[in-house]
């Protein structure tokens, strides 16, 4: 009797120990490849260093030098410019056209929504080179359209366009990423609400405000703190676009910058901090977001 009970403990035990062993290999990868990166970025942003070899820990001194920096606002505001910019004509357009391709009377829904989606399987490399070529002074197309009134805009030499051009190259890639999860919400939504609405006399445009567009709160959330998130994560696009962020850093996002900074002037302190500022951007961007659309409540 003796024997069974310790048998059925030992069993017991191991069934308690087994379930760790299942998830072992996630949480070794995860402290590999992220929290071991993330602690040593950590402690790196408190030393200068130029390269793998020079270390002199200079304190809060990286982050004092950051906000000093003028490159780095520039650098702020044209991603900021970017993330605003993209979710203003963005989100208006996929939910247009997934509110289109939801409705009964369009034909050939299957093909069009895999057209709206297809720019997002490009790769963003290839994306940029095509309107490099589209945004282009002399043969571009869109220059060709403007020099028929008599005027040609320097979309990716002139300062004051090339935030517009890559605002405009983004939307095209993301806009139908983004309609998918519309319309994944629209068919969601029950119809007898839309019924009954309609027989309370309401009309398209108040059902669509009263009716639709609360249903939708949920991933009108999650749209805009991923576009946000992403845009704030920007890099290849205008790399590309505007080669290397040309001209007088007009095209220079946050990540970029810690680019330069990491790999080219070889400042590894200096890019981790721009790298922590960053993630404390985008942190506190999503828990105000989340805030304002209402996704945290308080009980």
């Given at each position: ?7 059925s403990r030992y069993w017991h035990q191991q069934q308690k120990i087994a379930p760790y062993f299942f998830i072992a290999p996630f949480y070794i990868l995860f402290a590999i490849f992220m929290g071991?990166?993330?602690i040593s970025s950590l402690i790196m942003s408190f030393f200068e260093m130029r390269g793998f070899q020079s270390r002199i820990f200079v304190g809060i001194g990286n982050f004092a030098d950051l ?188 990540v970029m910058y810690l680019y330069k900074n990491g790999f080219q002037f070889m400042r590894l302190g200096y890019a981790a901090t721009i790298g922590w500022v960053l993630f404390i951007i985008i ?17």
């Amino acid at each position: 009797m003796k024997a069974a009970t310790v048998k059925s403990r030992y069993w017991h035990q191991q069934q308690k120990i087994a379930p760790y062993f299942f998830i072992a290999p996630f949480y070794i990868l995860f402290a590999i490849f992220m929290g071991y990166p993330l602690i040593s970025s950590l402690i790196m942003s408190f030393f200068e260093m130029r390269g793998f070899q020079s270390r002199i820990f200079v304190g809060i001194g990286n982050f004092a030098d950051l906000f000093r920096d003028p490159i780095f606002w520039k650098s702020l505001w044209n991603t900021t410019y970017f993330a605003l910019g993209t979710l203003i004509l963005q989100l208006p357009i996929a939910l247009f056209l997934a509110i289109l391709l939801n409705a009964k009377f369009v034909k050939g829904k299957n093909f069009l929504r895999l057209a709206f989606f297809t720019p997002v399987l490009v790769a963003g490399v290839f994306v940029a080179i095509i309107f490099n070529l589209i945004f282009d002074q002399r043969a571009g197309m869109i220059n060709n359209e403007f020099v028929l009134f008599g005027k040609e805009i320097g979309w990716l030499n002139d300062t004051r366009f090339v935030m517009p051009a890559v605002i405009l190259t983004g939307v095209w890639q993301w806009a139908g990423y983004n309609m998918i999860f519309f319309l994944a919400g629209l068919q969601g939504i029950r119809q007898e609400l839309y019924e009954a609405a309609a027989v309370d006399g309401a009309n398209w445009w108040q059902s669509f405000v009263h009716i639709t567009l609360p249903s939708l709160r949920p991933v009108i959330a999650f749209v805009v703190v991923v576009s946000m998130i992403g845009s704030f994560q920007l890099f290849d696009l205008p790399f590309i676009l505007t080669n290397g962020g040309n001209p007088s850093d007009s095209g220079t996002t946050i990540v970029m910058y810690l680019y330069k900074n990491g790999f080219q002037f070889m400042r590894l302190g200096y890019a981790a901090t721009i790298g922590w500022v960053l993630f404390i951007i985008i942190a506190a961007i999503s828990i105000v977001q989340l805030k304002l659309l209402g996704i945290f409540r308080e009980e």
